[in-house]
């Protein structure tokens, strides 16, 4: 089991095998979570909402003019669903392997 020592001003250095583990990077985000007698650390993402926003309304944009006679709430069933898909991928994809 890894383990790290707390330095003075409270900074901890991630042993390699944990970050690996996690894919993490120098910059990244970290989510902690704390319960009794322990913290659960969770690599974040932080979106730009102006820029994903655009992103997104371009997208929905797309959609209508594609799907132009749909009833609305098929479309959004749809947005929902590939969302839920997308969520459950990311949950079940397996960890890179290691090499070398």
Known sequence: MPF???LRSGQVTFPKEV???????EGDILD????????IVRPKVLVDRQA??????????KMHAKMEGVD??????AI????REVRRRK???PAKAKTG
Do not use: C, H, N, Y
Not at 32 to 39: H, K, N, Q
């Open 91 to 93: 949950k079940t994809k």
């Open 80 to 83: 929902e669903e590939s969302i």
């Open 72 to 77: 609305p709430e098929e479309i959004e069933q």
């Open 4 to 6: 790290a020592k707390v």
């Open 32 to 39: 902690f979570e704390i319960g009794d007698a322990m913290v």
């Open 19 to 25: 970050r690996e583990k996690l894919r993490l990077k």
């Open 52 to 61: 994903e926003g655009k992103k997104l309304w371009q997208i929905v944009e």
